[in-house]
């Protein structure tokens, strides 16, 4: 999906996030690309306005670890690994990791959280359907789920946690 700035300002794009697509991107760009480039240039909130606003892709990226300071994919992110990581992980669909998830910040999946080592995240965690951790779960924030049972009873959200949850 080529993303131009009429397009941004088509979707009320703010002023501020405006101005550094024109910059990094004068002639357009490719949503991945616009996301791999809020990671590099620590742009947590613009990634989260594009992947709202723009939604999720079928894209599946399968890698055998991930370490960093932000991370931001449209599609599923399949880790054989762990992930580590100093700021945010964001996801437009699903994160699936063999080993252990470790953010320093928020860790935001469209669709659900498969880990079966332990999780552990500095701030909030928002998973749109299910969650599934075989060792610790840790929050430093607040957990919200995107999918309320009553509102969609064929829905259903599960949180399973292998060794204890902390909070």
């Known amino acids: 999906m080529l993303i131009t700035n009429e397009l941004l300002k088509e979707k009320q794009a703010c002023q501020e996030g405006m101005e550094w697509f024109t910059e990094h991107f004068p002639e357009g760009g490719n949503y991945q690309t616009i996301l791999d480039k809020c990671a590099d240039t620590n742009q947590p909130n613009y990634a989260a306005w594009a992947l709202t606003i723009f939604g999720p892709t079928d894209s599946v990226l399968e890698i055998d670890s991930l370490e960093g300071e932000n991370f931001f994919f449209a599609g599923t992110v399949k880790v054989a690994g762990s992930i580590t990581l100093t700021g945010n992980l964001k996801a437009g669909r699903n994160i699936e990791v063999g080993e252990s998830i ?15 080592g332990n999780l552990k995240a500095g701030w ?10 075989g060792g610790s779960f840790e929050v430093g924030g607040s957990f919200e789920s995107g999918i309320c049972a009553k509102e969609e009873p064929h829905q259903h959200i599960a949180i399973l946690v292998g060794k204890g949850m902390i909070k």
């Open 102 to 116: 470790k953010v320093g910040c928020g860790l935001n999946a469209g669709g659900g959280i498969k880990v079966g």
């Open 124 to 133: 909030d965690i928002k998973v749109g359907l299910s969650l599934e951790v």
